[in-house]
């Protein structure tokens, strides 16, 4: 499965990588997350729980980050296992580019699926993939408004205040969350 796409940001570039690496708002972005845990030097793993229709599952998964460039940039490696629901595994390149109403986030993911997931068509891995990661996107909107008003998110050089922002030393970027989400809501699609 590959997967890419461009997002507006009405925050800056700063602030948009600020927000990717602060695992409570991640936590609030990705629907069921309920664990994010350091492991090592870039290296992070997670938990979700979610539930649709009258499924429900636990999935795992493990991140990796690498080609660090802040606030511009990253690769992330990732692996997801959903038990008997299947796996899924890949790569995603992120890109953040300032522009005058704030930044650009572009993002390319290639994944590879198996166990029941392997399964299912195409069409089917990427509508579940377009879903997850609009949701994302949305909860993670939201997040950033509450936390950088239009009027400090329009100015560039807008001081971040510590206590609304932290970013976590070696923080887990929402990227790999949107790329772990993705491989979790196909495993669970597959399971139903």
Known sequence: MDMQGTRQLSVTQQQAWDALNNP??????????????????????????LKIG????????KIVLSDMNPPASYTLTFEGQGGVAGFGKGTAQVALVPHPEGCELSYTVHAQVGG?????????????????????????????EKLYPKAE????????????????????????????????????YLAR
């Open 116 to 144: 029941k997931i392997a399964q299912l068509g195409q069409r089917l891995i990427d509508g579940v993939a377009k879903s997850l990661s609009e949701d994302f996107f949305k909860r993670f909107d939201a997040e950033t």
């Open 153 to 188: 998110a329009a100015s560039a050089e807008a001081p971040v205040a510590a206590e609304a922002a932290p970013a976590a030393a070696g923080g887990l970027p929402g990227w790999v969350w949107l790329a772990g989400a993705v491989v979790v809501g196909v495993a669970i």
């Open 24 to 49: 409570e708002i991640l936590k609030a972005c990705i629907p069921g997350c309920d664990r994010i845990e350091v492991t090592g030097d870039n290296q992070f793993s997670m938990g979700t729980s």
């Open 54 to 61: 009258p499924v429900s599952a636990k999935f795992s998964g």
